[in-house]
C-alpha cells in the first residue's frame, strides 16, 4: 500500500459548490482579522516585559521574517495548486496523502483549540467591560467547572459567554461567506481605528529615555540578544492568521491574483502595525510594568486617558472575535476537504446548495466547541496550537521545494523568489521552533497524532477516494 500517494494538482481544486464570493480586500482584510487579536493586544506586552524590554521591536522585525519566508511559499503554493484546505490540500499535492492526513489532522487541533482559547478570552475581556458600565455577569457563569474563581469563590459553572459567542459565529458562518468577509470587515476597521486612538494618544507621551538601554542586559535568563530571539518565538504565532487566507482560496473570484495578494499584504501590514504599537508601548511606560492581560490600555491608564482605554477594550473584543471567526472559517473549510477526499464521513464534504457553505461541519463544530469552551479553562492546551501551526509551515516550505523539482512545468503565476534558500529556511525556521517548545507540548502532540493515525488506519485508508481511483469529490455529496 502506498501511503504517499498523491492528488493530481488537477484534483486539489475540482468544480466546487462553494461560491467565488471573495476578492484581494476580503483575503486582505480575512488575515487581518485573524493576526491582529490577542497577539497585538496582549503578546506585545508580555513579550516586552519578559523576554525582549523595548527591543521587542527587533523581536516582530525577526518574527515577521521568519513568517516572510512562509508567507512566500504559501502564496505560491495558493496560485499554482489552489483548493480549500490549505496546508492539507498543499500536502496532499505534494508530499502524499500520509503526509496530508498528519497536516490536516494538526491543523484539526491547531484551529480548534485555537477558537475555544480565544473564546475564553473574550469572554474575560467582555466581562470586564460590562462590569466598568455597571453590568455584573455572575462569576459562575464566565468559567467552567475546572477553573478556579479569583478570591477563593470555589469554582464556575459553564462559561456562558464562551460557548455563546461561538455559538453566534455558527450562524454567522452558515450564512455565506462574503456575509461572513463583510462582519469581519466591520470588525477588522473596529479595532484599527482602535489602534489608531492608541497611536495618536501615545505619541506626545513617548519618551526616548524609556527606551535606554534599548536591549536590557542579560539576567536570570532574560533580556539580552537571546531575550530578542526568545520573544521573537513568543510572538511568532501572533502571524499564524495569513494561514487561513489560503484555505478560502476555493471561494475567491481569481486565486491566482488575489490569494498572493491577501497572504503577502495582510503580513506586511501587520508587521508595520506590530512594530509601531511596541515601540510607543515600551516608550511610554516602564517595559517592566507591561506583563498584563491587557497591557495596551494599561498604558493608557497610565499616561491618564481612561477613555482611551475603554476604547481600546473595544478594539480588543473586536480583535479577538474576528480571531475566533477566521479560524473557525478555517477549521470548517479544511474538515470539508478532508470530507470530500474520502479521508472523513461523507457529510463533512456535504456544501449547502443555497448558502454555499459546508453548513453541516460549521454547526457540529459550532455545538463541540461551545461546549469545549464552556467547561474548559485550556491553559497547557493552548500550545498545541503552535506544534500545529509550525508542522504546517514546514510542509508548505518543503512543498514548494519538492514541486519545484518534479513539476517545473506548472504554471506558477506567483513564485516564491530566490527558490530554494527562501522556502527551505522557512522550513528549518520553523522546525527549529518546534524543537524549543515545552517538552508537555510534544507529549500530547504525540498522543493527538496516535489518534489520528488511528483514524487514519480505522477509516480513512479504505474509504480514501484516491486509493480507490474515484475522483476527488467536490464537496456535494
Known amino acids: 500500500m502506498n501511503l504517499f500517494r498523491r492528488k493530481d494538482i488537477a484534483e486539489v481544486a475540482p468544480p466546487s459548490a462553494l461560491k467565488k464570493v471573495l476578492g484581494p480586500v476580503d483575503l486582505t482584510l480575512m488575515g487581518i482579522g485573524c493576526i491582529v487579536g490577542a497577539g497585538i493586544f496582549v503578546l506585545t506586552g508580555v513579550a516586552a516585559a519578559t523576554s525582549a524590554g523595548p527591543a521587542i521591536v527587533?523581536?516582530?522585525?525577526?518574527?515577521?521574517?521568519?513568517?516572510?519566508?512562509?508567507?512566500?511559499?504559501?502564496?505560491?503554493?495558493?496560485?499554482?495548486?489552489?483548493?480549500?484546505?490549505?496546508?492539507?490540500?498543499?500536502?496532499?499535492?505534494?508530499?502524499?496523502?500520509?503526509?496530508?492526513?498528519?497536516i490536516g489532522w494538526d491543523l484539526i487541533l491547531e484551529y480548534g483549540v485555537g477558537v475555544c482559547t480565544v473564546a475564553v478570552?473574550?469572554?474575560?475581556?467582555?466581562?470586564?467591560?460590562?462590569?466598568?458600565?455597571?453590568?455584573?455577569?455572575?462569576?459562575?457563569?464566565?468559567?467552567?467547572?475546572?477553573?478556579?474563581?479569583?478570591?477563593?469563590?470555589?469554582?464556575g459553572d459553564f462559561n456562558v459567554l464562551a460557548a455563546g459567542i461561538i455559538l453566534v459565529l455558527a450562524l454567522l458562518l452558515a450564512l455565506g461567506a462574503k456575509l461572513s468577509a463583510r462582519f469581519n470587515a466591520i470588525m477588522v476597521v473596529v479595532k484599527l481605528l482602535a489602534l489608531g486612538l492608541f497611536i495618536v494618544l501615545a505619541l506626545p507621551h513617548f519618551n526616548v529615555h524609556l527606551w535606554h538601554p534599548f536591549i536590557p542586559p542579560r539576567t536570570n535568563h532574560h533580556f539580552g540578544w537571546q531575550?530578542?530571539?526568545?520573544?521573537?518565538?513568543?510572538?511568532?504565532?501572533?502571524?499564524?492568521?495569513?494561514?487561513?487566507?489560503?484555505?478560502?482560496?476555493?471561494?475567491?473570484?481569481?486565486?491566482?491574483?488575489?490569494?498572493p495578494i491577501g497572504i503577502l499584504a495582510s503580513?506586511?501590514?501587520?508587521?508595520?502595525?506590530?512594530?509601531?504599537?511596541?515601540?510607543?508601548?515600551?516608550?511610554?511606560?516602564?517595559?517592566?510594568?507591561?506583563?498584563?492581560?491587557?497591557?495596551?490600555a494599561s498604558a493608557l491608564i497610565h499616561i491618564g486617558y481612561h477613555w482611551g482605554a475603554a476604547a481600546v477594550a473595544v478594539g480588543a473584543i473586536a480583535g479577538l472575535t474576528t480571531v475566533m471567526l477566521v479560524l473557525y472559517f478555517g477549521l470548517s473549510r479544511i474538515l470539508m476537504s478532508m470530507g470530500r477526499d474520502g479521508l472523513l464521513p461523507p457529510v463533512f464534504g456535504r456544501v449547502h446548495p443555497k448558502t454555499g457553505t459546508p453548513v453541516p461541519v460549521i454547526l457540529g463544530l459550532g455545538v463541540l466547541m461551545a461546549i469545549v469552551a464552556g467547561f474548559t479553562p485550556i491553559t497547557d492546551l493552548a500550545k498545541l496550537v503552535n506544534m500545529g501551526t509550525l508542522a504546517a509551515f514546514t510542509?508548505?516550505?518543503?512543498?514548494?521545494?519538492?514541486?519545484?523539482?518534479?513539476?517545473?512545468?506548472?504554471?506558477?503565476?506567483?513564485?516564491?523568489?530566490?527558490?530554494?534558500?527562501?522556502?527551505?529556511?522557512?522550513?528549518?525556521?520553523?522546525?527549529?521552533?518546534?524543537?524549543?517548545?515545552?517538552?508537555?507540548?510534544?507529549?500530547?502532540?504525540f498522543i493527538w497524532l496516535a489518534v489520528g493515525l488511528g483514524v487514519y488506519a480505522g477509516y480513512s485508508v479504505r474509504h480514501s477516494h484516491l486509493a480507490a481511483g474515484a475522483p476527488v469529490r467536490s464537496g456535494s455529496s
Open 267 to 296: 503580513l506586511f501590514i501587520c508587521t508595520l502595525l506590530y512594530m509601531v504599537v511596541a515601540a510607543l508601548l515600551t516608550g511610554i511606560v516602564p517595559y517592566q510594568t507591561l506583563n498584563v492581560p491587557s497591557p495596551v
Open 58 to 102: 527587533l523581536s516582530f522585525v525577526l518574527a515577521g521574517v521568519a513568517c516572510a519566508f512562509t508567507a512566500l511559499s504559501y502564496a505560491e503554493l495558493a496560485s499554482t495548486i489552489g483548493g480549500a484546505g490549505s496546508a492539507y490540500s498543499y500536502g496532499y499535492a505534494t508530499l502524499g496523502e500520509i503526509v496530508a492526513w498528519i
Open 121 to 155: 478570552g473574550w469572554s474575560g475581556y467582555v466581562t470586564n467591560a460590562l462590569s466598568a458600565v455597571g453590568v455584573r455577569v455572575p462569576a459562575v457563569l464566565t468559567a467552567g467547572p475546572f477553573q478556579a474563581l479569583p478570591h477563593h469563590a470555589g469554582h
Open 227 to 259: 531575550g530578542v530571539v526568545e520573544g521573537a518565538s513568543l510572538i511568532f504565532f501572533a502571524y499564524i492568521g495569513f494561514d487561513a487566507v489560503s484555505t478560502a482560496v476555493e471561494e475567491t473570484k481569481n486565486p491566482q491574483r488575489d490569494a
Open 395 to 445: 510542509v508548505v516550505c518543503l512543498g514548494v521545494i519538492w514541486l519545484r523539482a518534479n513539476r517545473p512545468e506548472l504554471e506558477r503565476p506567483f513564485r516564491t523568489p530566490f527558490s530554494p534558500l527562501f522556502p527551505a529556511l522557512g522550513a528549518l525556521i520553523c522546525f527549529y521552533l518546534m524543537l524549543n517548545l515545552p517538552a508537555l507540548t510534544w507529549h500530547a502532540f
